[in-house]
């Protein structure tokens, strides 16, 4: 069963307006949560993360929502730009026990 | 510049075959992590890592076993490769205690 879950396949926004991408996860118990992003041909980078202690973190034109309530995280970018076209996963759990929803594909149009 | 490599990007074998993953890390990483990505499925674990000559079963060990004789190294090995073992594999590697992890750029492996 998947614990963690992304179910916009893909998402297709203009440049310039805000990208919002969506995680939902069934663990109550999951302490950490991160967004990757994968290029084509490349492994997954880290982009930002944000422990259960918080309910929003900011980097640059990055910002990490989580709703523990209703077990939910999403990510913004503002303004979005054609180079943050790419996969993005979100990943929640412990140290060793980390699991990954399915990915959403951005594409930012020009 | 932290660094994961692997070992092949394309990798073509047969039905039956033993298959060696091989994945080196570069930042004196204590944890190191296999996984396989299957479309509408994510990145799924199938082994990790916390030490040398140290290994824990993900998800989805079935079919696969590691090792780690040497702290940057860690191989997968398929036994006897069959189809549903077709897929990407990422290697992965963090410091203990750090929830970030570091990947290498994937292998894709092709069972036929």
């Known amino acids: 069963d998947q614990q963690v879950k992304q179910n916009s396949p893909s998402l297709s926004v203009q440049e310039g307006r805000i990208s919002i991408l969506n995680c939902d996860y069934t663990n109550s118990m999951f302490d950490y949560f991160l967004w990757y992003k994968k290029y084509p041909a490349e492994g997954p980078t880290f982009l930002i993360s944000i422990s259960s202690i918080k309910d929003k973190n900011e980097d640059g034109r990055f910002t990490v929502f989580l709703n523990k309530s209703a077990k939910h995280l999403s990510l913004h970018i503002v303004p979005s730009q054609p180079g943050d076209s790419a996969v993005y996963f979100c990943a929640a759990g412990g140290q060793n026990d980390m699991r990954f929803g399915a990915g959403t594909r951005l594409t930012v149009k020009p | 510049d932290v660094k994961v490599t692997q070992s092949s990007r394309y990798l073509v074998k047969r039905t039956g075959e033993k298959v060696f993953l091989e994945c080196v890390q570069d930042?004196?990483?204590?944890?190191m992590f296999w996984y396989r990505q299957d479309p509408g499925l994510g990145l799924r674990l199938i082994y990790f890592?916390?030490?040398?000559?140290?290994?824990e079963k993900g998800d989805i060990p079935e079919g696969y076993s590691v090792s780690r004789e040497k702290k940057e190294r860690f191989s997968l090995i398929l036994e006897s490769a069959s189809t549903n073992q077709t897929s990407m594999y990422l290697c992965?590697?963090?410091?203990?205690?750090?929830?970030?992890?570091?990947f290498g750029p994937g292998t894709r492996l092709t069972v036929t």
């Open positions: 992965a590697s963090s410091f203990a205690g750090n929830y970030e992890q570091y």
């Open positions: 890592s916390y030490d040398v000559k140290m290994k």
């Open positions: 930042m004196d990483h204590e944890n």
